[in-house]
């Protein structure tokens, strides 16, 4: 595994719209360029230092946005025809660093809520879940080279 981009992976910038009310928080628009179709949207919670991990779309296209907390998002390209196979992307998003990220299916992710505050991440996904278009992984598996634990500088 080696640090690098990963076809299809996409990460835009978001903007937040802060005024005396509250914020508004935008994350895709239907004429976006990188919009593809609507399948569902869906919020994940998730505690401090826990990992959901790994999961494989075969079908589904994701688009996750960090509404509230931090997480360390880690895609690995593992698919056979891809010209980037082997890169693996590391990406702390979330409230701090506000941004979309488009995930294309085949590709290998998961992410770690870091920091001390729940994890709140939407997805926009292509496609409405359906359990058998998901493979699941465990996060500690040998078959993936990638240590969650923390590291110091």
Request: proline share 8%; charged share 25%; hydrophobic share 35%.
């Amino acid at each position: 595994m080696q640090p690098g981009p990963i076809e299809g992976v996409i990460i835009k910038p978001l903007k937040k719209i802060p005024d005396e009310r509250g914020m508004v928080m935008h994350m895709l628009r239907n004429d976006d360029p990188d919009f593809q179709q609507f399948g569902e949207i869906y919020f994940s919670t998730a505690y401090p230092g826990v990992i959901k991990a790994w999961h494989i779309h075969t079908q589904m296209t994701l688009n996750y946005a960090v509404i509230s907390g931090m997480i360390k998002l880690v895609c690995y390209d593992n698919r056979e025809d891809s010209p980037t196979k082997g890169n693996f992307m590391e990406i702390f998003t979330g409230e701090n660093k506000y941004e979309r990220i488009t995930i294309p299916q085949g590709v290998t992710n998961g992410f770690k809520v870091i920091g001390d505050k729940t994890a709140i991440v939407a997805n926009c996904a292509t496609l409405p879940h359906d359990p058998t278009e998901i493979l699941r992984i465990d996060p500690f598996t040998k078959d993936i080279p990638y240590d969650w634990s923390l590291r110091h500088g």
